[in-house]
């Protein structure tokens, strides 16, 4: 979901006028922190996702993990620790919860038992480990009318939502024909990067290509043969099975335009070409994270032909907001905590939603289900379990 300037401006002001209320009553959200320092901490640096709200107070913390539990709460300024989530969850009895870890074998755990105590939350990405548990997910805060918004932060980034607002309400590149993605290519490149950061990748595609795609086609290999069911494996993290170490998959969105994303070990991984491009029939937008502060760089290639020698290359995007970074940690998740309170207190969906966390998630799903079907797949998948697992 993309903020225009108007709606931006009237979800703000709506959540100011609502703040401003709530700090003359006295009253605050009550938040927790679900973490795990035995399954890879907190992703994002969700710990700190409302530390910037004064109308939450953050009051507990649990995490299985003695050492971890007791050096994230020094950290984040909670007094009350727990080893046992489910036991903070039913004695605090929480407004929000902020869910740390990026593992997502215990995402399905967590939101339903934070929508058992009627919590709102806020919840570390990739969204789920299958389908069909990230469909009951959304089915247990759906009945309870509870909003809960997913870690998509690249999305977030002001540069990014600025690129948005250059492509689509002013046609900055003309019509949009392609988006190009690709993971990190480190140690997790094919099956593992298309997980890890493809997420990210397919929430940008989504958010620039207006809406999911169709349908999926993929190349899945492993040592440049095709991938078979006794390549299938475990991730190096709890994140399900995974197969290929390259990977080439091929999206077909609305209106015609395509989608693709690639990840392919290789001796010059570099982690700087994880991005989107998107290309349009007047130019090009490009898309990185700098790995050096995790801040967004977009630049813009002003020419139809998408060739260097057409103009003077690469410039910053037209109007560019200054971005600030003075505490990354804290800063990082403004946007994502922001605007799930004002979707509470409006009643609406929030912009960075788990149902986005899910449709990505789905993208990754048709790369494995094309690679096991052999051909294209229909987008929605009609089979809602893990296609490894069937295949394997």
């Given at each position: 979901?993309y903020?225009n300037r108007?709606?931006?401006?009237a979800?703000?002001?709506?959540?100011?006028?609502?703040?401003?209320?709530r700090?003359?009553s006295?009253?605050?959200y009550?938040?927790c922190?679900?973490?795990?320092?035995t399954l890879?901490?907190?992703?994002?640096c969700?710990?700190?996702?409302?530390?910037?709200?004064?109308?939450?107070?953050?009051?507990?913390?649990?995490?299985?993990?003695?050492?971890?539990?007791?050096?994230?709460a020094?950290?984040?300024?909670?007094?009350?620790?727990?080893a046992?989530?489910?036991?903070m969850?039913?004695k605090?009895r929480p407004?929000l919860v902020?869910?740390?870890?990026?593992?997502?074998?215990?995402?399905?755990?967590?939101?339903?038992?934070?929508?058992?105590?009627?919590a709102?939350?806020?919840i570390?990405?990739?969204?789920c480990?299958?389908?069909?548990?990230?469909?009951?997910?959304?089915?247990a805060?759906?009945?309870?009318n509870?909003?809960?918004?997913?870690?998509?932060?690249?999305r977030?980034?002001?540069?990014?939502?600025?690129a948005?607002?250059?492509?689509?309400?002013?046609?900055?590149?003309?019509?949009?024909?392609?988006?190009?993605?690709?993971?990190?290519?480190?140690h997790?490149?094919?099956?593992?990067?298309?997980?890890?950061l493809?997420?990210?990748v397919?929430?940008?595609?989504?958010?620039?290509?207006?809406?999911?795609?169709?349908w999926?086609?993929?190349?899945v290999?492993?040592?440049?043969?095709?991938a078979?069911?006794a390549?299938v494996?475990?991730?190096t993290?709890p994140?399900?099975?995974i197969?290929?170490?390259?990977?080439?998959?091929?999206?077909?969105?609305?209106?015609?335009?395509?989608?693709?994303?690639?990840?392919?070990?290789?001796?010059?991984?570099n982690?700087?070409?994880?991005g989107?491009?998107?290309?349009?029939?007047?130019g090009?937008v490009?898309i990185?994270?700098?790995?050096?502060?995790n801040?967004a760089?977009?630049h813009?290639?002003?020419g139809?032909?998408?060739?260097?020698?057409?103009?003077a290359?690469?410039?910053?995007?037209?109007?560019?907001?200054?971005?600030?970074v003075?505490?990354?940690?804290r800063?990082?998740?403004?946007i994502?905590?922001?605007?799930l309170?004002?979707?509470?207190?409006e009643?609406?969906?929030?912009?960075?939603?788990?149902?986005?966390?899910?449709?990505s998630?789905?993208?990754?799903?048709?790369v494995?289900d094309?690679?096991?079907?052999?051909?294209?797949v229909?987008?929605?998948?009609?089979?809602?379990?893990?296609?490894?697992?069937?295949?394997?």
């Amino acid at each position: 979901m993309y903020l225009n300037r108007r709606e931006f401006i009237a979800a703000s002001s709506a959540m100011v006028a609502a703040t401003a209320a709530r700090a003359a009553s006295g009253r605050k959200y009550k938040a927790c922190i679900i973490g795990d320092s035995t399954l890879g901490g907190y992703g994002h640096c969700i710990q700190y996702a409302f530390a910037l709200r004064d109308d939450v107070a953050t009051v507990a913390l649990a995490d299985p993990d003695e050492a971890g539990r007791a050096q994230r709460a020094k950290e984040v300024g909670v007094e009350r620790t727990y080893a046992d989530y489910r036991e903070m969850l039913q004695k605090e009895r929480p407004d929000l919860v902020a869910v740390g870890p990026r593992c997502t074998v215990k995402h399905r755990d967590y939101l339903m038992a934070c929508a058992e105590i009627g919590a709102h939350g806020f919840i570390e990405k990739p969204f789920c480990d299958s389908l069909a548990s990230g469909g009951e997910m959304i089915a247990a805060i759906s009945a309870k009318n509870l909003k809960w918004a997913i870690a998509f932060n690249f999305r977030g980034m002001a540069l990014v939502q600025h690129a948005k607002k250059l492509v689509s309400e002013q046609g900055l590149i003309g019509t949009v024909l392609e988006a190009r993605g690709r993971g990190k290519e480190d140690h997790r490149a094919g099956g593992e990067d298309l997980i890890v950061l493809g997420t990210h990748v397919f929430d940008l595609m989504r958010f620039f290509m207006g809406g999911s795609p169709a349908w999926c086609t993929a190349d899945v290999t492993v040592d440049g043969r095709a991938a078979t069911p006794a390549d299938v494996r475990d991730a190096t993290e709890p994140l399900g099975p995974i197969v290929g170490d390259r990977i080439h998959a091929m999206y077909g969105f609305p209106g015609g335009s395509a989608g693709y994303f690639d990840s392919m070990k290789n001796p010059d991984g570099n982690g700087g070409r994880f991005g989107i491009d998107i290309y349009g029939s007047r130019g090009v937008v490009s898309i990185r994270i700098n790995r050096g502060d995790n801040t967004a760089s977009v630049h813009w290639f002003d020419g139809s032909s998408w060739a260097p020698a057409e103009n003077a290359g690469w410039k910053p995007l037209p109007d560019a907001p200054v971005v600030k970074v003075n505490d990354l940690q804290r800063e990082r998740n403004r946007i994502i905590t922001d605007d799930l309170i004002a979707a509470i207190e409006e009643d609406r969906r929030p912009a960075f939603s788990v149902h986005d966390g899910l449709a990505s998630w789905e993208m990754i799903q048709a790369v494995f289900d094309s690679c096991v079907q052999g051909g294209r797949v229909a987008i929605p998948l009609q089979d809602r379990s893990h296609p490894l697992k069937r295949w394997a």
